[in-house]
């Protein structure tokens, strides 16, 4: 028997079943292939960050003494070139759940012909899309009964690291380089990719981070975000390694809300892009507010902040996403996809299920249950960042202004705001927040 390992965004070999099936076959062929549409999707910081994870695959994988074959093209005909080149009877592969990850699977189904294909489950997310389900429907709506089930549900046993690999001798091919596959800007400070650099996080996360986990004034997140996106760390094995303090579970409920947005988009993957329960909006034009959001300029600061980090680091707070994503969607009333595709041109951690749900749940036309409710920057920041240590390090021009200013830009003096080359706000937020909220109310009690 010889055996495929399809490697797709389980790019560990600690923790991963479709790795473990694969290798019980008398040769196991691990294969990456460098798929056309999601590289030409994809954004510079994460092709970069995808790369590293590859390097480092390869060198884990050849400590087992195998390696990592790449190829490049459409993933159904390179498989099935390999099938014939080794004489595979199998291929290993993880379920994973966009729209366009279901065409792959069944594109390599219709491919295969003779060779069984073996789709694992439970390696992107802890429990699989689907098999947590109220009575009668295909998926929760609503996270609170669904992280009741989901943490009543045993996970499935964590999975060995073969020992060794068997390998048949081939040529493994070169790993390009970033410029090759996608080329454009990368922001300055972004995180190594990979499996060792994922796992030696989750132990001084573990360690140090977790008993200050907390929101945007001094305390940390994990940071785990792009691991997880790209399987170098299980999600499984995250939630296995977590103590009983208020913080660990405060974290493995996060690890949660993951699971969930994949299991709403797993049942409707157009949910990427349409709206997962319309509201009837109509979102207005204006290219010179979405610019200026994009930049960071849009004179409100902890907004600004947020899309600095994002500019700097491919990766920014879940606080300031939330801020960001209910100023784009509900106070300028621009269509939330603009602000989606943003945040997945840049994000390291960018992907369908945890960026458009969440966007969708911040635009309120997801599974918010409370649909209408619209994020005040100013109290926002006063609660979340009371010193305004964040917005200072984001926003380095406004400093040396007071904490006051910077939570309020009305009470920002114009001169000196004139003179740090600071916009003043592009919208009045309270008249802006006032009229989506009484413009939706309208629309749910004509509904
Ligand atoms: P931690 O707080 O340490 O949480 C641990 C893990 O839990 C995260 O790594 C992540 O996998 C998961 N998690 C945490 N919060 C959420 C959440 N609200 N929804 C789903 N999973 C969560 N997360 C992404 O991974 N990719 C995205 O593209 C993405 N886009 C977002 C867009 C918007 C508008 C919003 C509001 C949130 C988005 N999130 C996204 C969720 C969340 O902001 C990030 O997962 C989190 O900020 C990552 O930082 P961390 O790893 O330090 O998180």
Not at 201 to 218: H, I, M, T
Not at 293 to 315: F, H, S
Request: one cysteine or more.
């Amino acid at each position: 028997r010889t055996a495929i390992c399809l490697f797709t965004r389980d790019l560990r070999v600690h923790d991963n079943p479709v790795l473990q099936h694969a290798a019980q076959a008398d040769r196991v062929v691990p294969l990456f292939v460098l798929d056309e549409a999601v590289l030409r999707r994809s954004a510079p910081n994460r092709t970069a960050f995808l790369l590293d994870c590859l390097r480092d695959l390869r060198g884990s994988l050849r400590e087992l003494g195998a390696g990592l074959v790449l190829r490049a093209g459409a993933p159904a005909t390179e498989v099935a070139r390999l099938v014939d080149e080794v004489g595979a009877t199998e291929v290993h592969v993880a379920a994973d759940v966009s729209a366009y990850a279901q065409v792959r699977e069944n594109s390599l189904r219709q491919a295969l012909n003779d060779c069984a294909l073996l789709v694992h489950d439970a390696v992107v997310t802890a429990q699989p899309p689907g098999h947590l389900a109220p009575s009668g429907k295909d998926h929760f709506a609503v996270f609170t009964p669904y992280f009741r089930r989901w943490s009543a549900t045993p996970l499935r046993p964590i999975a060995a690291t073969p020992e060794a690999l068997r390998m048949p001798r081939m040529r493994t091919g070169k790993l390009p380089t970033r410029e090759e596959l996608c080329p454009g800007e990368l922001s300055p400070d972004l995180p190594p990719g990979g499996e060792t650099a994922g796992r030696d996080l989750v132990q001084r996360w573990y360690a140090e981070g977790v008993a200050d986990y907390g929101d945007l004034d001094g305390g940390t997140t994990s940071r785990l975000s792009p691991y997880l996106h790209f399987g170098c760390v299980s999600p499984i094995e995250l939630i296995d390694q977590a103590g009983d303090s208020e913080p660990e579970r405060a974290f493995v409920r996060q690890l949660a809300w993951r699971d969930f947005h994949h299991q709403v988009l797993a049942a409707r993957p157009a949910a990427g892009h349409r709206d997962y329960r319309p509201r009837g909006d109509r979102w207005r034009e204006d290219p010179e507010a979405f610019q200026a959001w994009c930049e960071g300029r849009t004179g409100i600061p902890i907004v600004d902040a947020g899309m600095r980090q994002l500019a700097t680091e491919g990766w920014m707070h879940n606080r300031t996403r939330m801020i960001a994503a209910s100023f784009l969607a509900k106070t300028l009333h621009l269509d939330w996809r603009l602000g989606a595709q943003h945040f997945l041109n840049l994000l390291v951690d960018g992907d369908i299920a945890n960026n458009n749900m969440n966007w969708q749940w911040m635009a309120g036309t997801g599974t918010d249950t409370r649909p209408n409710r619209v994020l005040n920057p100013t109290r926002q920041a006063q609660r979340y960042d009371p010193e305004g240590t964040y917005i200072r390090r984001h926003l380095p021009e406004l400093a040396d202004l007071p904490t006051r200013a910077l939570h309020n830009p009305n009470h920002m003096d114009p001169e000196q705001r004139e003179a740090r080359g600071y916009p003043p706000p592009i919208v009045d937020v309270a008249e802006a927040n006032a009229h989506f909220r009484t413009a939706r109310d309208q629309r749910s009690s004509s509904a």
